[in-house]
């Protein structure tokens, strides 16, 4: 069995983001703050880096590169599914394609 979190994600946000009172996409003077998260407490609305893990071993920097998927999702123009359609169109699914056993001949 793992231990610790399988994902971590860190989001770029609006700092009042937590504040639905306040519009702070339309002020000149929002700050942006950078925010460690599971996913589950704060919106994506701006930028995210995502690092999932895939085995149940120890991360270490001997194992990360096989061991630990990463990616971004950018969502400022408003739209998560538009960020996922470009991650997985112009990432995932070559990156799939290309992993495809060809049959012998």
């Known amino acids: 069995m793992h231990s610790g979190v399988v994902e971590i994600n860190f989001l770029f946000n609006l700092s009042s983001s937590r504040s639905s009172s306040v519009d702070a996409a339309a002020s000149a003077v929002a700050q942006r703050k950078l925010f ?23 991360i270490t920097t001997a194992n990360v590169q096989q061991e630990v998927n990463f990616g971004m999702l950018d969502c400022s123009d408003g739209s998560i ?7 997985l169109s112009r990432i995932m699914i070559p990156a799939l394609r290309s992993q495809q056993v060809r049959p012998f001949t």
């Open 36 to 58: 460690v998260t599971t996913g589950s407490s704060e919106p994506l609305l701006e930028k995210c880096l995502f690092f999932l893990r895939t085995t149940d071993k120890a």
């Open 81 to 87: 599914l538009n960020s996922l359609e470009t991650l």
